[in-house]
């Protein structure tokens, strides 16, 4: 293959791509989720690391996590989403924009 086709195809893919279709985004329940297990990630992580140079890092990593699931949570609650992974189905039938209190 010549300089010319590897230019080509390279152009051609930039153009078109490999796959035309854009991936979807994940739903905000789940991207909070992942925050939440990020975050409990951490906090296992700063209780376990004994290295006192890496225990800088484990608090400022404990932190972020921390800042990025409450804003998560914060987008949420504006946006009246209701959920959790131990939900009943009485709590299905609850309204959108309802919150759950027990």
Known sequence: MNISETLRKIQDYVRVGENSKPKSLPSLPAVVEEARQEWLNAQYYYNTVSDQDLIDHAVYLMQATEKKYMYLLKQA??????????????????????????
Do not use: C, F, L
């Open 77 to 102: 609650r504006s946006a009246g989403i209701v959920y959790s992974p131990y939900m009943t189905s009485d709590d299905a039938e609850i309204g959108e924009n309802e919150v759950i209190t027990r």
